[in-house]
Each structure stands twice: as structure tokens, then as C-alpha cells.
């Protein structure tokens, strides 16, 4: 057992849009290693937290007429929601806009200054002449110096991939109203990065972790590193130490929170953060494959020109697929956490499973709503809950339940063999080798049962036949507890259905060595549930229809005649009554008065809009629009809405209901 305890993070989730499936690629695997950890006996600390700073919050925040702050804890709710729905189950998380996290990003900028790493410059930044004021990164669109592709102010996100410094990006353009914008001369603050090469050199030769955090981080210390600006200008975010009219880069405050999280953590338990960031590192961060240059160089150059530990192990996954196509929201390639999937009725349990069996960690994962339902109903269904379900059926309709007695020793070597080369597996962050390792058992409970056939046995030799029963309920018992970490709630039901009344995580993996005591079991049912074809074919449809409506919305406008314009019936509609759709976070069912008659309208509002406001308001309505079927419910129209912030299109004046708009 390792003695001292383990801190685990994960890349900070951003609060500008909701969680999907590309978030959990890091999640998933580094809640599995921290649970399966603590079921060897060791101390796993689990940390994360929102990172609420930056330019795109800021964007957002105005376009939805709210405050940064609002933005930000709207989204950090919903995260701290969604990941406990899957069963990531964080020791603590935080905020990094909380007081902890400003008052511990000044005091380590204070300490980099102090200690001779920070200077100001001053440097050519994007103006808008237009908006009147300098250009932080996100509100800049330009051309990449390094190869000419189209980039964002701090990333050429495009292209090359590199990060980009203010005043680096060609032929800057604001984002907000569309300016050519100029380069003019403000002061910032730079950390001396340069004068790190050595100590990252040895850092990252000797930081344990995944080889490709490592070796793309090597790559970039040996193609010589630039210091690096830490200011942006921005009203929004951590206040640059004695300068009003700067914050400190999102960057630097954002990894900043590991250490702020863990102090709001040890603070509740009576423990202090310095055993984890002060003196040997016991930290491991897991991140997703894009974020490796700011967590294996920016990240420990600053911890250690800070004089503090810097982390001891970096593990990065690979990025995500859809339907093997390039992960794209605008392009219509994604699967939402909770819209998509949760909300539906499937089990995080499969899709828990399917990210940390489909891959290597470190390579590209594609999800596919049709390999997702092979993999549960072939995996999940016809061998494991299959040799469970048997195995509880003949043990307690044949014999009542458990029965006294040993288990046969090339059983117990077989478990024993599968914990060490599962163990290995996950110290060694091969994710997909320890589950597929925990199946191969499962696969050979199968065998075992098919071939020593007990419900045949037991007619020439009951004895025979009762240790046959016994061997594999011995199997199942530490299939249990090797699945947990993977799949929790699947766990604990097979758990109870071995006659345990406690948590099944309160146990280790080596009792699954442990004889199972003579006991009445409970009557078993099925562990897993096929995905069926109609849902499969319900789920492929929606993610087509999404990519379609994104291929629209990404042609050309097409000039109308007056003619076209004239064949849409718009009338202003008032609502009589607004419902919100069960299962649906999105969408609302309205009654709307359109004068003559009173329709039914399905509408996706329902995130911006609460039932109560919408009841007496004048809406424009899309009168003609094709009748469908949304969620079960017949919608006939459409409600006129602006923007991603869903703006309502309404009359300036009072109007009947059902006049028209020409």
C-alpha cells in the first residue's frame, strides 16, 4: 500500500457551453483509476472544478445580456450535475472564479515575481477602432504566422495548432462587430519561460504519465520556448497584482485551481494542501490530448519558478470521433451528455464502459451510436450478465443460494491471475487492457459453466454439480468487485444479488479471493438490457438530421423574390399556456392563440424561458410550417426566435392575435 495519498485532477470543463461526450473521454478514465485504487487500499483525492475565465465567458455573458459570474454558475452546476448522473464522483469542486482561487493565483504570481520571473514589455496588441478599446484573444480572428491558415488570437485552432501570443496573428479582424482591426502598443507581463528549458527538459525525461503527454511536450522544450505574456486585457477574471486595467491569463489561474480546490478540500477535512503540492508530488492530472502543452510546459515552469512540487504524472487521452467524422458542435458531430444520452434512459454504466474499453487511452476514440449498442448487447449482455444471471438462477432455484464447501484452486489461481494483470494494467493507465482483462474472465466463467454443465451434472452427481455452482459464483463474486470501478451501479446491484447488504466499494479487490459465506440468495434478474434496433435507429436518426440542419445553416443565404417571401404565413400568436416537455431540458409545449383557431406548438425554449413567463406573451409564429412530432407531441408551427440566446421575435406595439406580417 502506498502510504502517502494521491492527488487526482482533471482538465477543468469551461463554462461556456453544456457537456458532451468529448468531455468524458478524460473524466471517465480518471474516476475508474481513482476507484480502483482505493479498492487496492490506496488514499485517492479526486479534484476538479470549473474554470470560469476568459474571453469566450465574456462573449457569451453579453450575448445573453448576464454577467460573467451568472454564466459561470449556471454551467459549473450543470457539470457538477451531469458528471455525478455518471457516476464521476469528485472529492471536492470548486470554482475558480471563488475567493480561494483569486487569493491563491495572486499570491503565487506575487512569489514568480519575487523570485525574478516575471518582467513587463510592452508589446503590440489588436485595437478596434470601432469599439474603442484593445482586443483580448478570443475576440480576434486573423492568420496564423506559422502556417498561414486561418486562427484564433491565442491559437491557431486550424491549422498548426500552435499557441499564439498577442500581436502575433495576421491580418487581425473583431470579432464583435467585424473591424480590421490595427496593432497599437500596450504593457504586459511575461514569465520567463525561456530560462525553464533545462529544468523541463529533466522535468518531462523523468514525469511518469502517458509517453504522448511527454513526448509532445519534449518536442516543443527542444524547439526552443518563447517567455510567455500572462496578462490579458479584460475586465473579467483574477486582478494582475497592483494593475487594475489587467487580469491574469486564463492559463495561469486555471491550473492554479488544482491547488485552490485542494486547499477548499483540506480545509473541510483537516487536512493542509501542502502535502500535495510542496515537497515529493503525489499529483497526477488527467487532461485531454489538447491541453498537453499547457499542462507538461506552462504549468510545471510556473509551479517550479513559484517554488512548489511540480506535478508527478501526466496522462492524456486521445481526442474524439463521431460516426468517424471530426468532433465538430457547429458541424453537427456531437452527442450531448444529457440531451442525448442520460435523458434518453441509458445507463452511464454503458457508456462508462464503452469509453474505457473502445481504445487506448491515448488514442483517438470514435463513438458510434451502432458499435455502442453491439458492445452492450455482445459484451455487456450475452457475457457478463449472461454468466452472472445463469450462475445466481441455478445457485438459487436448485440449491437456495450460496452452499458451504472450497473452491477449486484452478479457479482461485484464475482470479487471482486476472486482479495482478488488471492491477498492472491500470497503474500502468492501460484502460481498455484492465477491462477487456476483467471480460476475458467473465468470458471464461462462460466456458466453465458451458462445459462442466451443472444443471446436467447434478443428475448423475449433486456434489459435483454444487461445486461446479460454488466455483462460479466465486467468479462472479470478483467479476463484481473488477467491474465496479467501470460500472458502478451494475456492480452494486450484482453485489446485492450476492446477498451483500453494504457497498460493494467498501470492500478490496483481493476479497473477491475470499469464499463467499453459506447464505439464502435473493431471486437474480438480468444485470444488463439490450439496445434495442428502434432505439438505435431513433438515436442514428437524430445525429443525422443535426449534421443535415448544420450543413444548411452553413450554406449561402439564397436571395428570396417577393413572391417566395410571400408564400410564409407569419402572424403574431399570443400564449395561452407553456408546459415543459417531460424528459426534455430544452423544450416547451405552448397553446397559441392565432386568432381563428388555437395551436399547438412545440418549441425549444424551454432553457431560456421559464413556463410562467411565456403565458400572455406575442410571439411571431410560422404559421404554414409542416406539422411534426417532437418527443411523442404534435407541434403545428413555429415560434420566431434570434440567436443562440433564443431572442423572441415580438411587435413593438399591441396587435390582435393572428394578424400578419408582410
Known sequence: ????????????????????????????????????????????????????????????????????????????????????????????????????????????????????????????????????????????????????????????????????????????????????????????????????????????????????????????????????????????????????????YVWVDAPIGYIAFTEEWAKKVGRSWREFWCGESTVTHFIGGDIIYHHAVFWPALLQGAGLAPSAAIVASGMVKIDDHKFSKSRGYVVWTNDDYLDQGFSPDYLRYYLLSYTNHTKELNFSWKVLAERVNHELVNTLGNFAYRTLHLATSGYGGVLSGEVDPAISHEIRRTIEEVTAAVKAYEFKEAVDRTMTLAAFGNTYIQTNAPWKLEKIDREAAKAVIRNCLQITKALALLVAPAMPDAAQRLWAMLGFEDEVFSHSLNEGLDPLPESQLPKPSPLFVKIEEKTLAERETLLQQRVEEAKKRGKKREVLTIEEFSKMDLRIGRVLSAEPVPRSSKLLVLKVDLGDEVRQIVSGIAQFYNPGEMVGRDVVVLANLQPARIFGIDSNGMILAAGDAASLLVPLREVPPGTKIR
Open 1 to 248: 500500500m502506498n502510504r502517502r495519498a494521491q492527488l487526482v485532477t482533471c482538465g477543468l470543463p469551461y463554462t461556456n457551453g453544456p457537456c458532451h461526450i468529448g468531455h468524458l473521454r478524460t473524466y471517465v478514465p480518471a474516476d475508474y483509476y481513482v476507484r480502483f485504487l482505493r479498492m487496492c487500499g490506496e488514499e485517492m483525492v479526486f479534484i476538479c472544478g470549473s474554470d470560469n475565465h476568459g474571453t469566450p465567458i465574456v462573449v457569451s455573458a453579453e450575448e445573453a445580456k448576464k454577467s460573467p459570474r451568472e454564466i459561470s454558475e449556471e454551467f459549473h452546476h450543470h457539470f457538477d450535475a451531469t458528471f455525478r448522473r455518471m457516476n464521476i464522483i469528485f472529492d471536492h469542486f470548486g470554482m475558480t472564479d471563488d475567493p480561494t482561487n483569486h487569493q491563491r493565483t495572486k499570491k503565487i504570481v506575487e512569489s514568480l515575481i519575487a523570485n525574478g520571473h516575471v518582467y513587463a514589455a510592452r508589446i503590440r496588441q489588436s485595437f478596434c477602432t470601432r469599439c474603442g478599446r484593445f482586443l483580448p484573444d478570443r475576440y480576434v480572428e486573423g492568420i496564423c504566422p506559422h502556417c498561414e491558415s486561418p486562427a484564433r488570437g491565442d491559437e491557431c485552432d486550424q491549422g498548426c495548432g500552435r499557441h499564439l501570443e498577442p500581436g502575433e496573428i495576421k491580418e487581425p479582424t473583431c470579432l464583435v462587430c467585424g473591424t480590421k482591426a490595427e496593432f497599437r502598443e500596450q504593457e504586459h507581463y511575461f514569465f520567463r519561460l525561456s530560462e525553464f528549458s533545462k529544468f523541463l527538459e529533466a522535468y518531462l525525461e523523468g514525469v511518469a504519465g502517458t509517453s504522448n503527454a511527454r513526448n509532445y511536450a519534449l518536442g516543443w522544450v527542444k524547439e526552443g520556448l518563447r517567455d510567455w505574456c500572462i496578462t490579458r486585457t479584460l475586465e473579467w477574471g483574477v486582478k494582475f497584482p497592483g494593475r487594475e486595467d489587467l487580469v491574469v
